[in-house]
């Protein structure tokens, strides 16, 4: 086992967000899920020393002073360097949504391969369709928690944004060029990967059709707002498949996976 992931391993590590923290950062309180955790799964008493993030890039080495059933209280120690540093890349990976597990899946493998923002998102062919906005509400909610969790696991100090589901159309007009690369993988009438990066790049946003694919009508949408369309080789891919690779073929060519 590497010295890296046994220091992951054996941190203790929870999420509190920013506002969980008193002004001075000098104490944090986790509440809920988290500190149930704490208290009934790990534990933790009084005294035991642990690491909470804030989602936002920062860790610090806690000291716990007082558990109850739904709360934890800490002291903070020091702010300390993440076990995992960020990617150089900012990388928004929009996905159409996914039946079942598929779109967790997604979530929790881009969440560990250092994607910023996760966007869902309402295809022609999406193999879901949201109900009303406490079904949207609900299912944004899941997605938080696995990114949540999802960084916990791997390292990270920062938790994806989730954005909440929006249409093809409004979002890939949305998307104004400026510096970033902007990418629709699709299984026809695409370049390859390679010819489509430019020599340097920090900002991509990587679109990812559903099981069903795109239809001519969304591919003239992209192609008129300057996306770039790109294949990723002669097999066909499962949607869930095809986000996770091309979020780790483009962080790989960002230089963060080596």
């Known amino acids: 086992m590497s010295v890296l992931l046994y220091s992951i391993m054996t941190r203790r590590r929870f999420y509190a967000p920013p506002g969980a923290f008193n002004a001075n950062r000098k104490n944090v309180t986790l509440a809920n899920d988290e500190a149930r955790h704490l208290r009934e799964v790990l ?19 806690c000291l716990i002073e007082e558990t109850r059933r739904d709360t934890a209280h800490l002291k903070v120690i020091s702010e300390i360097d993440p076990v995992r540093p960020e990617s150089p890349l900012n990388l928004v990976l929009a996905v159409a949504l996914l039946k079942g597990e598929k779109f967790d899946l997604v979530v929790q493998k881009a969440t560990e391969l250092g994607v910023n923002e996760i966007v869902p998102l309402i295809t022609k062919l999406a193999d879901v369709r949201l109900r009303d906005a406490v079904d949207t509400a609900k299912r944004v909610t899941r997605w938080q928690r696995i990114a949540m969790e999802a960084s916990k696991q791997c390292g990270r100090s920062v938790v994806p944004t989730i954005a909440t589901p929006i ?54 949408l992209a192609r008129d707002a300057g996306w770039q369309l790109v294949t990723l080789g002669g097999r066909t891919m499962r949607a869930e498949t095809a986000a996770i690779a091309s979020a780790t073929l483009l962080q790989h060519i960002a230089g963060d996976l080596r």
Request: hydrophobic residues 35%.
């Open 167 to 220: 249409s093809f159309a409004p979002f890939i007009r949305q998307e104004e060029p400026g510096t970033r690369v902007r990418l629709m993988f699709s299984e026809r009438e695409g370049t390859t990967l390679a010819e489509a990066m430019p020599a340097s790049f920090t900002a991509v946003t990587a679109l990812i059709g559903s099981e069903g694919g795109w239809i001519d009508e969304e591919l003239e």
């Open 43 to 61: 534990r933790l008493k009084s005294g035991d020393e642990v690491y909470v993030f804030d989602g936002e890039g920062r860790e610090f080495h």
